[in-house]
């Protein structure tokens, strides 16, 4: 929670300042500020299109609401129809858990000697580092909510005093939210069913995307699939022997060769798809780990039923990185340009606690990764 008074400076956006002051100024080599101003709003506004979108909008989706509610356990089946008696109505089991709420800034400052002396190409750096820490605290939270088995609480997170926002299925002892996954196709579960799985040996092998696939079937989710692997083991899962790589434009690849139908170009945030095995398509993501490995099925760009659900502020509905006046600056930042932040504000929570499992095969003891 923000400390200190509210006021209107906080309203104050880029969009909002009036371009005939801002085109009275100018940097040592022409450039106006209204050209600045421009420059920022178009980099953050094709910022929030990639923050929803390609591998991110296949894990995520979007609400502004704290809570989440959904089905566990088992349910009591059908009872055979009789002509003088009614069944007992039944009703659904099921848990909930709040998702969290966390505010980020990035600041840009420069002095007001600097903007008369300084260059175009200098501000545009300073501003595509800016984004480019956006891009990175994005990916980073996401990776850390599919590795990290235990529970997000504090009133830090947005959560309050009393709030809990699990991971994936667990035993019972790795978080406060119990959870037995609803009973699929004649397979029940209880609380100690497990989706964070410590595999001794130091190396990907073919049964660990297989146990992978079956974990995920057996609540219902069926092929294909996504597995996200780090740079680190990139090579080594290409060495498996059901490994099938995709068709790089740059590789003439000669008759009887079978070829995975995945693009191989890494998408904006660098991550890209080397092949498939098992019915997952395997996806080098940086940041991810070496012997960590996560999987889960997308049900589409943004789907409800994807895995994640992240929270953003009360009435919007995709992620928005405002580039404003910085509120705190001594004497509100009056002069153009002088005081600028990048402000996001989200929360990476789960949605479908069947629809991921974590893999580290570097120990037989789970142990949480740490995403760079």
């Not at 809570?67 to 099921?94: H, L």
């Not at 002892?173 to 037995?180: C, K, L, P, Y």
């Not at 600056?329 to 974590?358: C, K």
């Amino acid at each position: 929670m923000a400390l200190g008074p509210r006021d209107v400076s906080s309203l104050v956006d880029l969009t909002g300042w009036d371009a005939t002051v801002l085109n009275n100024f100018r940097l040592e080599d022409g450039t106006t500020y209204e050209a600045i101003v421009s420059m920022i709003v178009a980099g953050s506004g094709a910022l929030n299109v990639e923050l929803s979108s390609g591998l991110w909008g296949g894990l995520i989706s979007f609400q502004d609401e704290p809570d989440v509610e959904y089905r566990v356990g088992s349910s009591n089946g059908m009872n055979v129809f009789t002509e003088f008696a009614r069944a007992d109505s039944q009703r659904a089991a099921t848990e909930g858990h709040i998702l969290p709420l966390i505010p980020y800034d990035r600041q840009l400052a420069w002095t007001w000697r600097y903007l008369e002396k300084s260059r175009m190409p200098q501000i545009m750096a300073d501003v595509q580092d800016a984004l480019q820490d956006v891009r990175d605290r994005w990916r980073i939270r996401i990776l850390t909510r599919v590795l990290k088995r235990g529970d997000d609480t504090g009133e830090s997170a947005g959560l309050g005093s009393s709030g809990i926002s699990p991971g994936f299925a667990t035993d019972l002892g790795s978080t406060a939210v119990d959870f037995d996954p609803p009973d699929n196709q004649g397979t029940t579960f209880d609380n100690t069913h497990e989706h964070y799985v410590g595999i001794a040996g130091g190396v990907f092998t073919n049964a660990v995307f297989s146990d992978a696939k079956d974990e995920l079937r057996e609540h219902g989710h069926e092929p294909t699939y996504i597995f996200l692997i780090g740079p680190s083991d990139e090579t080594t899962v290409r060495g498996l022997s059901d490994f099938t790589p995709v068709e790089e434009s740059l590789v003439a690849f000669g008759d009887n060769v079978s070829l995975a139908k995945l693009g191989f170009e890494a998408d904006s945030m660098g991550s890209y798809s080397i092949g498939t095995i098992h019915d997952f398509a395997v996806r080098v993501v940086r940041g991810v780990p070496q012997y960590y490995g996560f999987a889960y099925k997308s049900y589409g760009n943004l789907s409800q039923r994807n895995p994640l659900r992240l929270r953003l502020p009360k009435g919007q509905l995709s992620p928005v990185v405002r580039p404003m006046s910085d509120p705190r600056a001594a004497g509100g930042g009056n002069y153009p340009l002088q005081n600028i932040m990048m402000f996001l504000e989200f929360g990476v929570g789960v949605w479908d606690r069947t629809n991921g499992t974590a893999r580290y095969v570097n120990n037989a003891t789970w142990a949480d990764g740490t995403p760079t």
